[in-house]
């Protein structure tokens, strides 16, 4: 993905802002998960490799300064830890349930320390970035946040109870990506907006943005998982195969055949995983029936369309920015 240094490299003063508050953000992110326990300290410091180009946050800052933020303040620094918390807490559950090995070119957690210490670093995350959002005292953003991580979980529960389920649909395939993905990232643009005070119907544009970026940039994440390079995506791929989970490419390849091909064609999808002849014949199938090719212009068209939302928005280099951030969400490789 593009990186935010290239992103801002028209506007000076942004980039340096934004840069400045990020690292406040990362200060104020280890700060709150210091302990008296070295054991704690030592999983609490692995969540560093996890940290990747920190999209929440931004888009938490960013929104701040679109709907009438004149600089960023402490609070809008706070809401952009409490979302990356969140965020990162699921990227901890999320390599426990898939297995996976690699997660930004290193080790995850769950292989360095196990399932249980993996769990349970994932739920001090999670309770952490409660604590840190009540020092805000601000009670109604609790709650939306805590309405959030609620929905977050009830898709990955949706996502889970369907594994295997080779007649998925596309409406249930969004129902899940739009909880468990869609909903943070447009929660992260919700809370910078209301950080600054924004009206009502700001809010909800800059809502609407994220949980379109949100999942496009999930739509592209399925399809770099099946196509990708680990070596490139920096995390372990095919996983969404071996786990038997059906990504939109595969649904939409499954459509076109009758049932009982559909069921055979599922069994070799998941089966091919791990078996680079065998996945390469999958995407071959894909590529030549438009699937691929489909899902990809299904995300481009949520980009287009959140940019439309920003349309009412005061025009700013923050705004601009946030335009960019969308188009950077499905022309990146890993």
Do not use: W
């Not at 200060?27 to 210091?34: M, P, R, S, V, W």
């Not at 909880?179 to 950080?195: D, P």
């Not at 068209?301 to 920015?321: D, H, I, T």
Request: charged share 25%; proline share 2%.
């Amino acid at each position: 993905m593009t990186t935010l240094l290239e992103l801002t490299a028209g506007d000076a003063d942004l980039g340096a802002e934004l840069r400045a508050s990020l690292e406040r953000v990362v200060t104020i992110f280890d700060g709150h998960l210091e302990s008296d326990l070295a054991c704690v300290r030592e999983l609490a410091a692995l969540v560093e490799r996890y940290r990747g180009k920190m999209l929440r946050p931004t888009l938490t800052l960013l929104c701040g300064l679109s709907s009438g933020g004149r600089t960023i303040g402490r609070e809008h620094e706070v809401l952009a830890a409490v979302v990356e918390m969140i965020h990162m807490a699921t990227l901890v559950h999320d390599d426990v349930l898939d297995e996976a090995e690699t997660r930004r070119r290193g080790r995850t957690v769950n292989t360095l320390h196990g399932n249980e210490a993996a769990v349970i670093l994932g739920d001090y995350l999670i309770s952490s970035a409660f604590h840190l959002c009540s020092t805000l005292g601000r009670p109604e953003l609790a709650e939306r946040i805590g309405r959030v991580t609620t929905t977050l979980c009830a898709g990955e529960l949706l996502q889970l109870t369907n594994r295997g389920n080779a007649a998925l649909d596309e409406a249930t395939y969004f129902d899940i990506i739009d909880r468990k993905t869609a909903s943070l990232i447009g929660l992260a643009c919700e809370l910078g907006a209301r950080a600054s005070g924004a009206s009502e119907e700001e809010v909800e544009a800059l809502r609407g943005f994220g949980a379109d970026v949100g999942a496009a940039f999930q739509i592209q994440d399925d399809l770099l998982d099946l196509t990708g390079d680990e070596r490139v995506v920096g995390k372990s791929v095919q996983k969404d195969q071996e786990k038997g989970k059906l990504t939109l490419p595969l649904i939409r390849h499954l459509a076109q055949m009758t049932a009982a091909g559909r069921d055979d064609e599922a069994r070799a999808a998941f089966e091919a995983a791990g078996d680079p002849a065998r996945q390469a014949e999958l995407i071959a199938r894909l590529r030549d029936d438009g699937s691929i090719a489909s899902a990809a212009a299904t995300a481009r068209g949520l980009v287009e369309r959140a940019q439309e939302r920003l349309a009412g928005l005061p025009e700013s280099p923050a705004r601009g920015l946030l335009a960019a951030m969308g188009e950077a969400a499905v022309a990146r490789d890993f």
